[in-house]
């Protein structure tokens, strides 16, 4: 009898030693688990932040220019004028026929403008490229390249050509704005009628660029519009023109270049850093609560 009860308990502390042995075994191996995937997850909040880093990084290295629109004259030490760039290729013309005229509303009429102006021949003589930097007042009118001024009116003038530049106040290269600066450049007009007049309408838009060091600068854009026609004179004669009439919109639009503050910045990673390891502590607790959850109900398979 006495034989018998310590056989038995050999046999119940070989058997509870060996499920202890098994239970120690898979703590370890939970804890290994646990330790990797703790591991795997701090590796992936580190990258997280640097892309959150680098991301804030660039946008606080780059110059923002954001825009603005108002009501008023931005440039009033200007003397209520518009300086303006003309450059325009009239391959069918002489240079001797070729003028500018200039009229607006406040009774301007200017024919054969010839200061600041430049005629180069073109085609051996028998063309010529216009170019000419002006003033024009700040009220509507228009300018238009003619024959008008010439002593003696051609009969049959070939008003066909090819715009290179208008422009108006100072010229603005700035790589983040796209503005219609020079709507007209690049017009070609060699196809249609050589007798027909053009007339482009625009409407100037006066616009400011403000740098980061507070400087500006006062430029226009402007849209157009076309159409082309025959003109006759009183005496039935067709006396074609290239016409640019203009008005001014009321509306200014400005662009002004920005870059974030460096305290907005230190703010923005310090709220980056934070809630990362807020959130990555939040979701280490959940899985290492669901983790234990699962080894009580392994452990409960194996008793």
Known sequence: MLYLSFCHWRI????????????VAHSRISFSEAEECSAVFSVCCCLFILFLFLSELTGFITTEVVNELYVDDPDKDSGGKIDVSLNISLPNLHCELVGLDIQDEMGRHEVGHIDNSMKVPLNNGAGCRFEGQFSINKVPGNFHVSTHSATAQPQNPDMTHVIHKLSFGDT????????????????DRLTSNPLASHDYILKIVPTVYEDKSGK??????????????????????????????????????????????????????????????????????CIF??????????LGKMH
């Open 289 to 298: 609560t669901a983790s234990e959850a699962w080894k009580k109900i392994q």
């Open 12 to 23: 119940s502390s070989s058997i509870m030693s060996s499920r202890f042995i098994r239970v």
């Open 172 to 187: 603005l290269q700035v790589q983040n704005v796209h503005g219609a600066f020079n709507a007209l450049g690049g017009a």
């Open 216 to 285: 500006q600068r006062y430029s226009y854009q402007y849209t157009v519009a076309n159409k082309e026609y025959v003109a006759y004179s009183h005496t039935g004669r067709i006396i074609p023109a290239i016409w640019f009439r203009y008005d001014l919109s009321p509306i200014t639009v400005k662009y002004t270049e920005r870059r974030q503050p460096l305290y907005r910045f230190i703010t923005t990673i310090c709220a980056i850093i934070g809630g990362t390891f807020t959130v990555a502590g939040i979701l280490d607790s």
